[in-house]
């Protein structure tokens, strides 16, 4: 329910003796200024006890008072306030849980404002498709995808009323991106994602061979708003995760920020980036937030997630232990994560071995990441995509010598048919033998088929004479202190668990009860295909 408030100016606002001293702080100054009088604004909120207040700016200065207390009417002579109700009873706010709710993998939650949808990621699961990071999916069907659980189901968007206004990626991992090949043509509606994201769904839709989404790709920055219609303003606000350039998606309605949270973690001492924007989460919180949808991978961990900083140590305290090691040093990590490659490179360099990038994967996000500018990787570095270069290099290696070398792979997850499989089964030209090193920088994902890949992976390379140093990793995810503190900053009146199967959205919704939350009061556990409308 929003209540309204009628001001003149900022300076009148201040002088309002009965409001509470935490809303007259949510208020800023500037988005007061830039209203013109009768105008209702959309981003000047404010939270008054657990209530959402609504600003308007009206002709008179005599008319700055609070209009309605909790229990009491709205009086009727002021004709913004009219407009504020009637938009409140025609624009419907619905979330349409399309994909990600009942599993890791293949987000795609869609948000319904009256009569206009935007839709937030369309992403790839990948252990449903059993493929490694390099594989092909680019001549499947849609639907044969969606039968197999791979990518979302969106026919159930067909039964909800409306235009699709946008889009919206958050980053660039495939679990939110991924499926915007096989789904996004059937939408009239631009794609908008940050530069580096954008950059990877071009060469995504690029990829494609059985559709052609013709989207119009838009690439917005952290920090930056995009004006989708009269009523809903979509914002990105700077945070980190484990790959570059990843923002929180926020869409301004005229009923309150609908914060979309996937993914995220709070590193205040990242290796590429900036921190998150605290400080503007605190200010969307005091503005008034409608509903978080939010990451809840890691709410049962406690604590929280360590910075990007302690995996550069981890890294760091290992390769540089091998200063003066003849033997073989070859590193797995994800190929998205730029600032860990970045990272493993630099050790490379100052043990005075040139690092070797290998595969296709690696190729794609380091190439894309570096030509952007975002990162700068060490001038010893190289790159080979393709197989065939590949395993000119691995000859070069071993022939001029395995120690000037630190290559590093994909396949941590002992993918079949990857670099470091293929190595792990004697399968490619560069050799491993007694005393080489292995370096995991990458946990494992939890599901069995990971597991025992990489339990065979391990053995192989046991067996050749690899000695295995694992772990050498921290988390891109939110624990549970993290979605504490979010939480406190963002103060939202709902919650929608997101990015997770029931029994961890379940772990977020008991979490959110501790702090005075209720089940399917203002925290909601959403399956797949679910709609849930919100007020
Ligand atoms: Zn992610």
């Known amino acids: 329910m929003i209540h309204g408030l009628v001001v003149t100016a900022p300076e009148a606002l201040y002088r309002c003796g009965h409001l509470s001293e935490r809303f007259v702080k949510g208020i800023s100054p500037i988005c007061l200024s830039e209203l013109t009088n009768g105008q209702v604004s959309r981003l000047t909120r404010g939270m008054f006890g657990r209530k959402l207040i609504q600003l308007i700016r009206t002709e008179s200065h005599d008319n700055a008072m609070l209009l309605k207390k909790p229990g009491k009417e709205f009086p009727q002579k002021y004709p913004a306030i009219k407009k504020i109700q ?11 849980t399309v994909g990600g709710y009942d599993e890791v993998g293949r987000n795609m939650t869609a948000v319904r404002c009256g009569k206009e949808i935007v839709i937030f990621d369309m992403g790839l699961r990948l252990d449903q498709l059993m493929i490694h990071e390099d594989a092909e999916v680019d001549e499947m069907h849609s639907l044969d995808l969606i039968k197999i ?14 235009t699709v206004k946008a889009i919206v ?112 989460f605190r200010q969307l919180g005091r503005e008034g937030v409608l509903a978080l949808i939010v990451e809840s991978t890691y709410i049962h961990r406690p604590g929280r997630c360590p910075s990007e900083r302690i995996a550069r140590d ?66 010893t570095a190289s790159v080979y995509g393709n197989r065939r270069t590949v395993d000119r290099m691995m000859r070069r290696m071993m022939k001029e010598g395995k120690e000037q070398f630190l290559p590093i792979v994909t396949g941590h997850q002992g993918e079949p048919g990857s670099i470091l499989t293929r190595l792990a089964q004697g399968d490619t030209p560069y050799q ?8 995991f920088s990458a946990n494992i994902i939890p599901n069995p088929m990971n597991i025992g890949n990489r339990y065979v992976i391990e053995q192989q390379l046991k067996m050749a004479g690899a000695r295995i140093f694992d772990d050498l990793h921290v988390s891109g995810h939110a624990y549970r202190e993290d979605h504490y503190e979010f939480l406190q900053m963002l103060q939202p009146r709902h919650i929608i668990p997101a990015h997770a199967d029931m029994k961890m959205t379940a772990g977020y919704a008991d979490f959110a009860s501790e702090l005075g939350y209720t089940l399917d009061n203002d925290v909601h556990l959403m399956r797949n295909g679910q709609r849930l409308k919100i007020t």
């Open 86 to 96: 009637e938009n409140h009873h025609t624009m419907e706010i619905e979330i349409i």
């Open 169 to 280: 990626c958050s980053h660039g991992h495939l679990d939110h991106i991924g499926a915007i090949p096989k789904l996004a043509h059937r939408y009239n509606a631009p794609i908008i994602a940050t530069p580096y994201a954008t950059e990877l769904i071009r060469q995504q839709i690029a990829g494609e061979k059985k559709f052609d989404a013709k989207n119009k790709l838009f690439a917005l920055p952290a920090g930056q708003r995009y004006t989708l219609s009269s009523n809903l303003v979509l914002e990105f606000v700077r945070t980190q995760h484990s790959i570059i350039d990843t923002v929180t998606p926020v869409l301004h309605t005229p009923h309150g920020a609908i914060v979309y949270a996937c993914d995220f973690k709070f590193d205040r001492s990242p290796v590429i980036g900036q921190p998150p924007d605290f400080a503007r």
């Open 149 to 162: 659980k791979a990518i979302p189901d969106d026919t159930v968007l067909q039964k909800v009323e409306g």
């Open 314 to 379: 981890l890294v760091r305290g290992v390769i540089t232990s091998f200063e003066d090691d003849k033997n073989a040093i070859v590193v797995s990590t994800f190929s998205s994560h730029i600032a860990r490659v970045k990272t493993i490179a630099e050790c490379a360099h100052e043990i005075g071995r040139k690092p070797i990038f290998l595969g296709r994967s690696m190729e794609k996000y380091s190439v894309t990441a570096e030509q952007m500018k975002l990162v700068s990787f060490p001038e």
């Open 432 to 439: 491993l033998a007694k005393g080489d090193k292995v370096l």
